[in-house]
Structures are given as structure tokens and as C-alpha cells.
């Protein structure tokens, strides 16, 4: 009986030693150390190059929308001054060049050549009073200095013809080449004004960029909106990824390609799989002191970004993913 007893005792103590053995044990191992990041996504910032009033947005938060759709218009008068102007001038140049490469008027053509006949008759008739005048010069009937005088006259009506004459001939042939490259150029250059107008006309009906999903509206109808103020969030779920901050002496487990099983805590205990597209080192305040840490020297830390390997049902900007161990 006394053996019995003895045998109990020593199989409990033994018992008890092995139970805090085993507890101790347990206690210091090292616990399984969790990595928590985030799901992020791509977001598009729709805002509009020129500056105007916000007429109406037409989309609210949590509103899909497709590529191409309209999301908000903008009210600008001095658009529509300035496209206005433009075209005026794009009008006034077209006509310039028209008459430029067209050439003078059948009207203008023959009032040159009417001229030109009319210093002609000038000249022809002072040609004959000069050559009575001379006549009677030599025979000694007017002195030399009337004989000078019709001589000038008759030089200055021939000089008249000619210049009449000249005018005739480019009453005929029109504006010289250059002047129509000149004429043509500012043709160009204004329907280039009218054109870029028109562009920042068209950007007064802002659309969505790509598809997804409104995630924020910024300014509302009314409200003034500077050149390039995003006015509406537009968030591709469908372009996901998730985001881990790993120290340096994890990051072996994390190169570039690496996959691994990670737990979405809003989606329920189910594993996914993703996969490492970018690894990126994070800047100072990011380091681990040796201080804090049992490496015996400072740590870096590195932010890698892993896309789900299958597409995911349900997955939302924000939410947070383990990687358990």
C-alpha cells in the first residue's frame, strides 16, 4: 500500500514537472509574428485644364461609372468670348488670303489700264509739242528756255506713262508669291487659334477617364474650379493591390515574384493568394534603431506592393490583410 502511495506521488510530481516544463517551454518560444498591410487601388483625379464655374456634377459617391461618361460641366463666358474672337478672326484671314490669291477685280484692272491709256495720250501729245516747239526753235520763232519747258513737260509725261504702265502690269499679275505664302500662313495660323479654342471649349464637358467607381466629389454646382482642381474621384477596384511595410531582415521573404497566402479579415477566414510586383526602399523614418530592435544594428524598411493572383469578389480599398505565420 505504502508503494502504491509512493508510485502516486512521484507520478504526479513528475507529472507537474514535465506540465511546467512544457509551460515554460511554450512561453518562450517565439510567438508567430503577423504582417498587416492594406488593400489600395487605383484612383483617377478628374479635374479640367481650364478654370470656370461648376454648372452640374453629375455623378454622387458610390456611383459606377464608364469610360467616356459625362461627370461634370463647366460654365465659362470667357471661353465663349475668346472662341467668338477667334473665329472672327479666323474669317477675317480666309478673307484676306481669298483676295490675295484671287487678285484685283476686273474693275481695278481696267481703271489701271484706263490710266496707263491716259498718260500714254498725254505723252504722245506732248512728243508732238515738242517737236513743233522745236521746229519753231530753230527757226528761231521761241526762245530756248519755252523749248526747255516743253522738253521737261514731254520727259515728265513719258516718265507718267510708264508708271501707269507698270501699274497696269501688276494689276494684272496680282499680289506677288510671297505675299500669298504670307496671306495663306495667317489663314493657317489663325483656324489654329480657333482650333485650340475650341478644345478648351470641349474641356468644359469633363468625362470619366477610365471605369469605376465615384469615391469623392470635391466641389458642387456653383462653386468655382481652379485650372486642374481634381473635382471628382474616380476608383478602379477592379486595380488592386495590397501594401506591407517589411523590415530588412523579413525582406528575403518577400523578393520581387514571391508569392505567398495572405487572410483578408473583412472578407472571413478564406486565404488568398498574391504575388510581389514592386519592392521599394521607405525613407529614414521608416528605420528600425538598433535601439528597438534585436538585430544589433539598424534595420531599413522596404514597402512592397503583391496583386492578388485570382481576382477577388468584394475586395474594397482600405481594408486590412494579414500574412500570418
Same mark, same amino acid.
Given at each position: 500500500?505504502?508503494?502504491?502511495?509512493?508510485?502516486?506521488?512521484?507520478?504526479?510530481?513528475?507529472?507537474?514537472?514535465?506540465?511546467?516544463?512544457?509551460?515554460?517551454?511554450? /512561453? @518562450? #518560444?517565439?510567438?508567430?509574428? &503577423?504582417?498587416? +498591410?492594406?488593400?489600395?487601388?487605383?484612383?483617377?483625379?478628374?479635374? =479640367? %485644364?481650364?478654370?470656370?464655374?461648376?454648372?452640374?456634377?453629375?455623378?454622387?459617391?458610390?456611383?459606377?461609372?464608364?469610360?467616356?461618361?459625362?461627370?461634370?460641366?463647366?460654365?465659362s463666358?470667357?471661353?465663349?468670348?475668346?472662341?467668338?474672337?477667334?473665329?472672327?478672326?479666323?474669317?477675317?484671314?480666309?478673307?484676306?488670303?481669298?483676295?490675295?490669291?484671287?487678285?484685283?477685280?476686273?474693275?481695278?484692272?481696267?481703271?489701271?489700264?484706263?490710266?496707263?491709256?491716259?498718260?500714254?495720250?498725254?505723252?504722245?501729245?506732248?512728243?508732238?509739242?515738242?517737236?513743233?516747239?522745236?521746229?519753231?526753235?530753230r527757226?528761231?520763232?521761241?526762245?530756248?528756255?519755252?523749248?526747255?519747258?516743253?522738253?521737261?513737260?514731254?520727259?515728265?509725261?513719258?516718265?507718267?506713262?510708264?508708271? /501707269? @504702265? #507698270?501699274?497696269?502690269q501688276? &494689276?494684272?499679275? +496680282?499680289?506677288?508669291?510671297?505675299?500669298?505664302?504670307?496671306?495663306? =500662313? %495667317?489663314?493657317?495660323?489663325?483656324?489654329?487659334?480657333?482650333?485650340?479654342?475650341?478644345?478648351?471649349?470641349?474641356?468644359?464637358?469633363?468625362?470619366?477617364?477610365?471605369?469605376?467607381?465615384?469615391?469623392?466629389?470635391?466641389?458642387?454646382?456653383?462653386?468655382?474650379?481652379?485650372?486642374?482642381?481634381?473635382v471628382?474621384?474616380?476608383?478602379?477596384?477592379?486595380?488592386?493591390?495590397?501594401?506591407?511595410?517589411?523590415?530588412?531582415?523579413?525582406?528575403?521573404?518577400?523578393?520581387?515574384?514571391?508569392?505567398?497566402t495572405?487572410?483578408?479579415?473583412?472578407?472571413?477566414?478564406?486565404?488568398?493568394?498574391?504575388?510581389?510586383?514592386?519592392?521599394?526602399?521607405?525613407?529614414?523614418?521608416?528605420?528600425?534603431r538598433a535601439?528597438?530592435?534585436?538585430?544589433?544594428?539598424?534595420?531599413?524598411?522596404?514597402?512592397i506592393?503583391?496583386?492578388?493572383?485570382?481576382?477577388?469578389?468584394?475586395?474594397?480599398?482600405?481594408?486590412?490583410?494579414?500574412?500570418?505565420?
Amino acid at each position: 500500500m505504502r508503494i502504491v502511495r509512493r508510485f502516486v506521488i512521484v507520478a504526479l510530481v513528475a507529472t507537474a514537472v514535465v506540465w511546467l516544463g512544457c509551460t515554460f517551454w511554450y /512561453a @518562450y #518560444q517565439p510567438k508567430p509574428e &503577423a504582417i498587416q +498591410g492594406q488593400i489600395d487601388a487605383q484612383a483617377y483625379s478628374v479635374s =479640367s %485644364k481650364v478654370a470656370g464655374r461648376i454648372d452640374q456634377v453629375l455623378v454622387r459617391k458610390g456611383d459606377p461609372v464608364n469610360e467616356g461618361d459625362l461627370i461634370f460641366t463647366l460654365y465659362s463666358p470667357e471661353i465663349d468670348a475668346k472662341l467668338a474672337q477667334a473665329r472672327a478672326g479666323k474669317e477675317a484671314a480666309e478673307a484676306l488670303a481669298q483676295k490675295v490669291d484671287t487678285g484685283a477685280r476686273k474693275q481695278e484692272i481696267a481703271a489701271a489700264r484706263d490710266n496707263w491709256q491716259r498718260a500714254k495720250a498725254a505723252a504722245d501729245l506732248m512728243e508732238k509739242t515738242f517737236q513743233r516747239v522745236d521746229n519753231l526753235y530753230r527757226d528761231g520763232v521761241v526762245p530756248e528756255q519755252e523749248r526747255d519747258e516743253v522738253h521737261t513737260k514731254r520727259q515728265s509725261a513719258r516718265y507718267a506713262s510708264s508708271a /501707269a @504702265y #507698270q501699274m497696269y502690269q501688276l &494689276a494684272l499679275e +496680282g499680289a506677288r508669291e510671297e505675299t500669298k505664302k504670307a496671306a495663306q =500662313s %495667317k489663314a493657317r495660323m489663325a483656324a489654329g487659334t480657333v482650333a485650340e479654342v475650341e478644345v478648351y471649349a470641349a474641356d468644359t464637358r469633363i468625362k470619366s477617364p477610365h471605369d469605376g467607381e465615384v469615391t469623392q466629389v470635391l466641389l458642387r454646382s456653383g462653386e468655382l474650379a481652379p485650372q486642374g482642381f481634381p473635382v471628382v474621384t474616380i476608383m478602379d477596384i477592379n486595380d488592386a493591390w495590397a501594401v506591407f511595410h517589411i523590415r530588412e531582415d523579413r525582406l528575403s521573404e518577400f523578393t520581387k515574384g514571391t508569392e505567398f497566402t495572405a487572410r483578408i479579415p473583412a472578407l472571413g477566414e478564406k486565404r488568398y493568394r498574391f504575388r510581389v510586383d514592386h519592392v521599394a526602399v521607405m525613407g529614414d523614418f521608416a528605420t528600425w534603431r538598433a535601439t528597438t530592435s534585436d538585430a544589433g544594428f539598424d534595420m531599413r524598411s522596404f514597402e512592397i506592393e503583391a496583386r492578388p493572383v485570382t481576382a477577388i469578389a468584394n475586395l474594397r480599398a482600405g481594408m486590412s490583410i494579414l500574412i500570418e505565420n
